[in-house]
């Protein structure tokens, strides 16, 4: 297998302190490319750093919603120009969170606005963090129709009626460990409705654990194998041919 996990938060000290060993556990699982996703000023810089010195790392880079309130119009330009390089394949994670509301929604709502701004500039995909926002987000995103190069909502929970709207919008969909918890009954269902070159998955590691590995801690890239082996499940398909087609769905979202 060739697996993509396509955001990751390398950076983050549970993982940053034993990369190697961590890359290397990946490519023996399958995981054979990251994508590393920046959350603020100075974890954005050590993406960068990150994606110079690993060749099969790529990076997204944004300011997360819980941040909004600290961020200035000179971060936004700082995170235009650190953009522009050739391996920063998007823009995000950017979105709303409303469950734990660590900036105020208007807040939320104009760095938003302002990162997808930037991605529709320089048409990068865009990824989005959506908690407790799901029709905030879908509205401001309506607002950029025929703009954004892609969007995929990431870390997915949405209801059938959710998604319908997502795939009639032509947005992709990202599927985390969450999926593969005993009560994800009805999440799984709604991954069978999202055709494969719609789908993405990812670990969001060190957070989410996918099942039957929920009591390793920190998530790590190896670990997408069990989220790969459960949507394949859930498909009825092989785990490898599924791979391959995910695959092939993550390098067409992120130009790869
Ligand atoms: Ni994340």
Redesign the pocket.
Known sequence: MNLIDT?A?LTFEELSGQLDDVLARSVDAGVTRWIT?G?HVADNEQVLRLIDKYDNMYGALGYHPHDAKDISDADMELLKQQAAHIKVLAIG?CGLDYHYMHSPAETQQRIFRVHLDIAADIQKPVVI?TREAFDESMAILAEYAGRLKNVVI??YGGDVEQTRLVLDRGYYISFTGTVTFKRSEALREVAKMIPLDRLMIET?CPYISPHPKRNIRPNEPALLIHTAQCLADVHGMEVEEFAQKITQTSEVFFGL
Do not use: S
């Open positions: 955001h938060h996703v959350t994670e963090h990431h870390c969001d």
